[in-house]
Protein backbone atom coordinates (compact mmCIF):
# COMPACT_ATOMS: atom_id res chain seq x y z
CA UNK A 1 0.00 0.00 0.00
CA UNK A 2 2.72 2.35 0.87
CA UNK A 3 4.47 1.46 -2.63
CA UNK A 4 1.45 1.96 -4.39
CA UNK A 5 0.83 5.64 -2.74
CA UNK A 6 4.20 6.53 -3.33
CA UNK A 7 3.88 5.96 -7.08
CA UNK A 8 0.47 7.42 -7.00
CA UNK A 9 2.00 10.78 -5.58
CA UNK A 10 5.29 10.93 -7.64
CA UNK A 11 3.07 10.04 -10.96
CA UNK A 12 0.69 12.81 -9.79
CA UNK A 13 3.76 15.49 -9.80
CA UNK A 14 4.29 15.03 -13.04
CA UNK A 15 0.70 15.16 -14.40
CA UNK A 16 1.53 18.71 -16.25
CA UNK A 17 -1.29 21.93 -15.83
CA UNK A 18 -3.27 22.98 -18.70
CA UNK A 19 -1.03 25.18 -21.07
CA UNK A 20 -0.73 26.09 -24.45
CA UNK A 21 -0.78 22.45 -25.55
CA UNK A 22 -4.69 22.74 -24.85
CA UNK A 23 -5.33 23.71 -28.61
CA UNK A 24 -3.20 21.08 -30.12
CA UNK A 25 -5.47 18.44 -27.82
CA UNK A 26 -8.32 20.09 -28.85
CA UNK A 27 -7.77 19.58 -32.90
CA UNK A 28 -6.52 15.86 -31.98
CA UNK A 29 -9.61 14.88 -30.60
CA UNK A 30 -11.33 16.96 -33.05
CA UNK A 31 -9.59 15.15 -36.00
CA UNK A 32 -10.71 11.65 -33.93
CA UNK A 33 -14.66 12.79 -33.28
CA UNK A 34 -14.12 13.82 -37.69
CA UNK A 35 -12.23 10.23 -38.45
CA UNK A 36 -14.85 8.14 -36.55
CA UNK A 37 -18.28 9.98 -38.69
CA UNK A 38 -16.13 9.31 -41.90
CA UNK A 39 -15.55 5.66 -40.83
CA UNK A 40 -18.80 4.77 -42.68
CA UNK A 41 -17.33 5.01 -46.03
CA UNK A 42 -15.63 1.58 -45.09
CA UNK A 43 -18.73 -0.20 -45.03
CA UNK A 44 -18.84 -0.94 -48.51
CA UNK A 45 -16.60 -3.49 -47.52
CA UNK A 46 -18.17 -6.03 -45.54
CA UNK A 47 -21.45 -5.18 -48.03
CA UNK A 48 -19.45 -6.19 -50.89
CA UNK A 49 -18.58 -9.26 -49.20
CA UNK A 50 -21.84 -10.42 -47.72
CA UNK A 51 -23.39 -9.85 -50.81
CA UNK A 52 -20.72 -12.26 -52.47
CA UNK A 53 -21.37 -14.98 -49.75
CA UNK A 54 -25.08 -14.69 -50.28
CA UNK A 55 -25.25 -14.57 -53.91
CA UNK A 56 -23.17 -17.49 -54.42
CA UNK A 57 -24.63 -19.30 -51.66
CA UNK A 58 -27.89 -19.16 -53.19
CA UNK A 59 -26.76 -20.17 -56.60
CA UNK A 60 -25.58 -23.04 -55.22
CA UNK A 61 -28.63 -24.23 -53.26
CA UNK A 62 -31.05 -23.00 -56.41
CA UNK A 63 -29.49 -25.03 -59.23
CA UNK A 64 -26.58 -27.75 -58.06
CA UNK A 65 -29.09 -28.74 -54.61
CA UNK A 66 -32.26 -29.76 -55.99
CA UNK A 67 -30.15 -32.22 -58.08
CA UNK A 68 -28.26 -34.16 -54.80
CA UNK A 69 -31.80 -33.86 -53.49
CA UNK A 70 -33.49 -35.87 -56.14
CA UNK A 71 -30.57 -37.72 -57.63
CA UNK A 72 -27.67 -38.85 -54.80
CA UNK A 73 -29.03 -38.41 -51.21
CA UNK A 74 -31.30 -35.46 -49.60
CA UNK A 75 -29.19 -35.39 -46.27
CA UNK A 76 -26.39 -33.61 -48.36
CA UNK A 77 -27.97 -30.24 -48.80
CA UNK A 78 -29.33 -30.23 -45.73
CA UNK A 79 -26.18 -30.64 -43.81
CA UNK A 80 -24.47 -27.98 -45.80
CA UNK A 81 -27.32 -25.46 -45.90
CA UNK A 82 -27.11 -25.91 -41.71
CA UNK A 83 -23.13 -25.57 -41.90
CA UNK A 84 -23.74 -22.37 -44.12
CA UNK A 85 -25.33 -20.63 -41.01
CA UNK A 86 -22.19 -21.63 -39.31
CA UNK A 87 -20.20 -19.84 -41.50
CA UNK A 88 -22.35 -16.66 -41.47
CA UNK A 89 -22.11 -16.96 -37.55
CA UNK A 90 -18.92 -17.00 -37.43
CA UNK A 91 -18.62 -13.94 -39.95
CA UNK A 92 -21.19 -11.89 -37.96
CA UNK A 93 -18.77 -12.66 -34.67
CA UNK A 94 -15.61 -11.32 -36.76
CA UNK A 95 -17.34 -8.19 -37.77
CA UNK A 96 -19.46 -6.95 -34.35
CA UNK A 97 -17.56 -8.71 -31.52
CA UNK A 98 -15.18 -6.08 -29.10
CA UNK A 99 -11.93 -7.11 -30.87
CA UNK A 100 -10.04 -5.87 -27.21
CA UNK A 101 -10.64 -1.79 -27.47
CA UNK A 102 -8.89 0.39 -24.88
CA UNK A 103 -11.31 3.67 -24.74
CA UNK A 104 -9.48 6.60 -25.15
CA UNK A 105 -9.63 9.57 -22.70
CA UNK A 106 -13.32 11.27 -22.60
CA UNK A 107 -13.90 14.01 -24.69
CA UNK A 108 -15.13 16.03 -21.81
CA UNK A 109 -11.98 15.34 -19.85
CA UNK A 110 -8.92 17.63 -20.41
CA UNK A 111 -6.40 15.81 -22.33
CA UNK A 112 -3.41 17.80 -21.35
CA UNK A 113 -3.89 16.82 -17.75
CA UNK A 114 -4.28 13.61 -18.97
CA UNK A 115 -0.69 13.33 -21.22
CA UNK A 116 1.51 11.89 -18.07
CA UNK A 117 5.09 11.99 -18.69
CA UNK A 118 6.24 8.82 -17.54
CA UNK A 119 9.59 7.52 -17.67
CA UNK A 120 9.73 4.90 -20.75
CA UNK A 121 8.49 1.79 -18.57
CA UNK A 122 10.96 -1.33 -19.58
CA UNK A 123 9.75 -4.55 -19.89
CA UNK A 124 11.82 -7.66 -20.13
CA UNK A 125 10.15 -10.87 -21.87
CA UNK A 126 12.28 -13.58 -22.05
CA UNK A 127 15.30 -11.38 -22.58
CA UNK A 128 13.57 -9.15 -25.00
CA UNK A 129 12.74 -5.77 -24.38
CA UNK A 130 9.48 -4.23 -24.47
CA UNK A 131 8.97 -0.35 -24.07
CA UNK A 132 5.20 0.42 -22.22
CA UNK A 133 4.10 3.95 -23.92
CA UNK A 134 1.40 6.25 -24.39
CA UNK A 135 -0.65 6.33 -27.41
CA UNK A 136 -0.56 9.92 -28.67
CA UNK A 137 -4.16 9.81 -30.00
CA UNK A 138 -5.84 7.89 -27.37
CA UNK A 139 -3.64 9.11 -24.00
CA UNK A 140 -3.58 5.58 -22.38
CA UNK A 141 -0.93 3.53 -21.67
CA UNK A 142 -0.09 0.69 -24.13
CA UNK A 143 0.95 -2.76 -22.92
CA UNK A 144 3.34 -5.17 -25.08
CA UNK A 145 1.30 -6.26 -28.33
CA UNK A 146 -1.66 -2.94 -28.00
CA UNK A 147 -1.59 -0.94 -31.50
CA UNK A 148 -3.83 2.11 -32.43
CA UNK A 149 -5.82 1.46 -35.05
CA UNK A 150 -5.85 4.51 -37.45
CA UNK A 151 -9.32 3.00 -39.27
CA UNK A 152 -11.28 2.37 -36.02
CA UNK A 153 -9.44 4.96 -33.83
CA UNK A 154 -9.16 3.01 -30.66
CA UNK A 155 -5.74 0.80 -29.36
CA UNK A 156 -6.69 -2.50 -29.75
CA UNK A 157 -5.15 -5.72 -27.62
CA UNK A 158 -2.78 -7.59 -29.21
CA UNK A 159 -3.99 -6.67 -32.58
CA UNK A 160 -3.51 -8.70 -35.65
CA UNK A 161 -4.12 -6.58 -38.35
CA UNK A 162 -7.67 -4.32 -39.69
CA UNK A 163 -9.72 -6.35 -41.84
CA UNK A 164 -11.44 -4.11 -44.31
CA UNK A 165 -14.12 -6.86 -45.47
CA UNK A 166 -14.92 -7.14 -41.81
CA UNK A 167 -14.79 -3.23 -41.15
CA UNK A 168 -13.42 -4.42 -38.01
CA UNK A 169 -10.19 -5.01 -36.00
CA UNK A 170 -8.97 -8.22 -35.51
CA UNK A 171 -7.37 -8.72 -31.93
CA UNK A 172 -7.31 -10.86 -29.06
CA UNK A 173 -11.23 -11.15 -28.53
CA UNK A 174 -11.93 -11.98 -31.88
CA UNK A 175 -8.80 -13.55 -33.74
CA UNK A 176 -10.19 -16.88 -32.59
CA UNK A 177 -13.95 -16.16 -34.68
CA UNK A 178 -12.00 -14.66 -37.46
CA UNK A 179 -9.61 -17.79 -37.72
CA UNK A 180 -13.23 -19.71 -37.42
CA UNK A 181 -14.50 -18.03 -40.16
CA UNK A 182 -11.26 -18.50 -42.39
CA UNK A 183 -11.44 -22.60 -41.68
CA UNK A 184 -15.26 -22.96 -42.29
CA UNK A 185 -15.71 -20.64 -45.37
CA UNK A 186 -12.65 -22.74 -47.11
CA UNK A 187 -15.18 -25.88 -46.23
CA UNK A 188 -17.87 -24.25 -47.71
CA UNK A 189 -16.07 -23.44 -50.65
CA UNK A 190 -14.31 -26.52 -51.35
CA UNK A 191 -17.87 -28.65 -50.39
CA UNK A 192 -19.58 -26.15 -53.21
CA UNK A 193 -15.98 -26.47 -55.57
CA UNK A 194 -16.84 -30.74 -55.41
CA UNK A 195 -20.49 -30.54 -55.60
CA UNK A 196 -20.54 -28.35 -58.87
CA UNK A 197 -17.81 -30.53 -60.28
CA UNK A 198 -19.30 -34.08 -59.83
CA UNK A 199 -22.87 -32.66 -60.99
CA UNK A 200 -21.02 -31.87 -64.50
CA UNK A 201 -18.81 -34.73 -64.61
CA UNK A 202 -22.62 -36.80 -64.02
CA UNK A 203 -24.35 -34.49 -66.61
CA UNK A 204 -21.57 -34.26 -69.15
CA UNK A 205 -23.99 -35.77 -72.15
CA UNK A 206 -25.75 -32.52 -71.77
CA UNK A 207 -23.27 -29.43 -71.23
CA UNK A 208 -26.24 -26.88 -72.12
CA UNK A 209 -28.29 -27.45 -69.41
CA UNK A 210 -28.74 -24.44 -66.94
CA UNK A 211 -27.81 -26.18 -63.87
CA UNK A 212 -24.48 -27.50 -65.60
CA UNK A 213 -23.80 -24.08 -67.20
CA UNK A 214 -24.08 -22.42 -63.47
CA UNK A 215 -21.71 -25.04 -62.22
CA UNK A 216 -18.80 -24.44 -64.31
CA UNK A 217 -18.95 -20.46 -63.14
CA UNK A 218 -19.62 -22.11 -59.52
CA UNK A 219 -16.69 -24.17 -60.23
CA UNK A 220 -14.31 -21.11 -61.62
CA UNK A 221 -15.47 -18.86 -58.56
CA UNK A 222 -14.80 -21.25 -56.21
CA UNK A 223 -11.34 -22.17 -57.37
CA UNK A 224 -10.86 -18.38 -56.79
CA UNK A 225 -11.87 -18.60 -53.65
CA UNK A 226 -9.96 -21.52 -52.10
CA UNK A 227 -6.59 -19.77 -53.36
CA UNK A 228 -7.29 -16.51 -52.00
CA UNK A 229 -8.85 -18.02 -48.49
CA UNK A 230 -6.92 -20.98 -48.35
CA UNK A 231 -3.55 -19.08 -48.44
CA UNK A 232 -5.00 -16.22 -46.09
CA UNK A 233 -5.55 -19.35 -43.59
CA UNK A 234 -2.63 -20.90 -43.95
CA UNK A 235 -0.54 -17.59 -43.33
CA UNK A 236 -2.61 -17.42 -39.68
CA UNK A 237 -2.00 -20.87 -39.42
CA UNK A 238 1.97 -20.22 -39.26
CA UNK A 239 1.11 -17.01 -36.92
CA UNK A 240 -0.65 -19.14 -34.14
CA UNK A 241 2.12 -21.89 -34.32
CA UNK A 242 4.60 -19.03 -33.78
CA UNK A 243 2.25 -17.43 -31.72
CA UNK A 244 3.16 -13.85 -33.43
CA UNK A 245 0.59 -11.33 -35.15
CA UNK A 246 0.05 -10.00 -38.76
CA UNK A 247 1.41 -6.71 -37.22
CA UNK A 248 4.76 -8.22 -36.15
CA UNK A 249 5.14 -10.09 -39.19
CA UNK A 250 5.06 -6.63 -41.68
CA UNK A 251 6.82 -4.55 -39.27
CA UNK A 252 9.39 -7.47 -38.12
CA UNK A 253 9.44 -6.67 -34.71
CA UNK A 254 11.10 -9.81 -34.04
CA UNK A 255 13.46 -10.92 -36.95
CA UNK A 256 16.69 -10.00 -34.82
CA UNK A 257 15.68 -13.45 -32.61
CA UNK A 258 15.26 -16.89 -33.04
CA UNK A 259 11.25 -16.86 -31.93
CA UNK A 260 8.95 -14.40 -30.13
CA UNK A 261 8.99 -14.49 -26.29
CA UNK A 262 5.44 -15.19 -26.46
CA UNK A 263 6.05 -18.32 -28.23
CA UNK A 264 5.14 -21.47 -25.99
CA UNK A 265 4.93 -24.17 -28.59
CA UNK A 266 2.79 -25.09 -31.12
CA UNK A 267 0.58 -27.33 -29.12
CA UNK A 268 0.33 -24.57 -26.11
CA UNK A 269 -0.30 -21.60 -28.41
CA UNK A 270 -2.83 -23.13 -30.70
CA UNK A 271 -4.53 -24.47 -27.09
CA UNK A 272 -4.40 -20.58 -25.66
CA UNK A 273 -6.11 -19.71 -29.30
CA UNK A 274 -8.84 -22.07 -29.43
CA UNK A 275 -9.57 -23.07 -25.49
CA UNK A 276 -8.82 -20.24 -23.27
CA UNK A 277 -11.92 -18.71 -22.14
CA UNK A 278 -12.61 -14.88 -24.18
CA UNK A 279 -11.60 -12.49 -21.95
CA UNK A 280 -14.23 -10.00 -20.87
CA UNK A 281 -14.49 -6.16 -22.48
CA UNK A 282 -11.86 -4.04 -21.38
CA UNK A 283 -12.98 -1.50 -18.72
CA UNK A 284 -12.50 2.48 -19.68
CA UNK A 285 -9.40 3.82 -18.33
CA UNK A 286 -8.65 5.92 -15.45
CA UNK A 287 -6.92 9.54 -15.87
CA UNK A 288 -5.61 8.82 -12.98
CA UNK A 289 -1.75 7.91 -13.17
CA UNK A 290 -1.69 5.01 -10.58
CA UNK A 291 -4.41 3.09 -11.48
CA UNK A 292 -3.27 3.30 -15.16
CA UNK A 293 0.29 1.46 -14.45
CA UNK A 294 -1.75 -1.01 -12.02
CA UNK A 295 -4.06 -1.99 -15.23
CA UNK A 296 -1.00 -1.85 -17.01
CA UNK A 297 1.02 -4.46 -14.96
CA UNK A 298 -1.97 -6.55 -14.48
CA UNK A 299 -2.96 -6.37 -17.81
CA UNK A 300 0.53 -7.72 -18.71
CA UNK A 301 0.35 -10.87 -16.76
CA UNK A 302 -2.59 -11.84 -17.38
CA UNK A 303 -2.03 -11.70 -20.87
CA UNK A 304 1.31 -13.60 -20.25
CA UNK A 305 1.28 -15.54 -17.04
CA UNK A 306 3.78 -17.83 -17.84
CA UNK A 307 6.68 -15.25 -19.10
CA UNK A 308 9.29 -13.89 -16.42
CA UNK A 309 8.21 -10.27 -16.11
CA UNK A 310 11.02 -7.80 -14.59
CA UNK A 311 10.48 -3.83 -14.47
Known amino acids: MDKLLSSSSSIQQQIPK???????????NKH???KKKLSAKYLIYPIVAWFLFILL??????????????????????????????????????????????HPCQVNQRRDEFRLKFETKLYSIEKIDFDVTQC???FIVKPPRTHHCR??????????????WLCNCIGRRN????????????????ITFICSLYLIIALRENLLQVKVIVSFILVFCTTILTGLVGGLFGLHVIFVSKNITTFEQVTGKFMDVEQTPFNRGIVQ???????????????????DGACQK??????????????????
Open 57 to 102: TIIYFIFVCPWYYHNINKIIPIIHGLFVFYVGQNFLQSMCMDPGVY
Open 151 to 164: YCGYCIDTMDHHCP
Open 294 to 311: CTTDKHISATNEQETLRV
Open 18 to 28: ANLHTSLSLSR
Open 269 to 287: NWLRICCVSIIPKLNRYST
Open 136 to 138: TSC
Open 175 to 190: YRFFLLFLFTLLIHVN
Open 32 to 34: FVV
